[in-house]
């Protein structure tokens, strides 16, 4: 069966540099969320999109701006990179009506030297 | 506002025993839906099993059980036989159900070892 993409898989980066990760849902999930799960820590949930509208927003800083394109893949951008930016960031997706499941993709690893 | 509890940081179990992990919840919501995921140490989150609130009946999934008991908002895995590939990171979520977009909130992870 079909999973959720993402790439990059790794990513390491300067302060202050941008990077930008994408996410590619299951076929015909129509909502994807972004996590952020920091070394020793649990996922915190960043941000959501249901048919392309952002459907829920959290801890996220206003460095960081998402997307869902018209066929469904998301875009997370982060600007000014800090060092405590270094996480696995994960993209999850759902089909909302469907079912109650979100699953996760593998994760983009993100280094900020 | 929701709010998972692992309590316990590691677990011990050997190969083909039973194990339980301890999973407690709060939240006002009256519709929800609790989950376990794995996480290995390569890193994704494997989704394991799933209990809505409203389910009279303990959800299983092969070698996976949800022991969910409402009125003491505790929603333990159980992982029967446990075999050496089960070690790993476990998570307990939840998350409300009466909108469709509600995020997951996680609890802070029990780590399995699974010893021959």
């Known amino acids: 069966a079909a999973g959720v993409i993402q790439s990059p898989r790794h990513l390491i980066k300067e302060k202050r540099e941008t990077a930008t990760l994408k996410c590619y849902p299951i076929?015909?999930?129509?909502?994807v969320y972004w996590y952020q799960q920091g070394p020793g820590q649990d996922p915190q949930f960043l941000i959501s999109?249901?048919?392309?509208?952002?459907?829920d927003k959290g801890s996220i800083p206003d460095r960081f701006s998402a997307q869902q394109f018209s066929d469904y893949h998301s875009e997370l951008n982060m600007s000014s990179l800090e060092l405590g930016d270094s996480a696995l960031y994960f993209c999850?997706?759902?089909?909302?009506?469907?079912?109650?499941?979100?699953?996760f993709g593998p994760g983009t690893r993100l280094l900020v030297l | 506002a929701q709010k998972i509890t692992q309590t316990q940081p590691g677990m011990f179990v050997q190969e083909k025993e039973a194990v339980t992990l301890d999973c407690t919840y709060d939240?006002?919501?009256?519709?929800?839906?609790l989950f376990w995921y794995k996480q290995p140490s390569s890193g994704e989150m494997i989704f394991l099993i799933y209990?809505?609130?409203?389910?009279?009946q303990n959800a299983t999934e092969g070698r996976y059980s949800l022991n969910f008991q409402k009125a003491r908002k505790s929603a333990n895995l159980v992982i029967s036989a446990s075999q050496l590939g089960d070690s790993a990171m476990y998570f307990c979520?939840?998350?409300?159900?009466?909108?469709?977009?509600?995020?997951?909130?996680f609890g802070t992870g029990t780590r399995l070892l699974v010893s021959p």
């Open positions: 999850a997706s759902r089909s909302t009506g469907a079912e109650e499941t979100q699953y």
């Open positions: 076929p015909r999930h129509d909502t």
């Open positions: 999109f249901y048919e392309k509208m952002q459907s």
């Open positions: 939240t006002s919501d009256q519709s929800y839906g």
């Open positions: 209990q809505g609130s409203y389910d009279e």
């Open positions: 979520a939840m998350r409300a159900l009466n909108t469709g977009f509600q995020k997951l909130v």
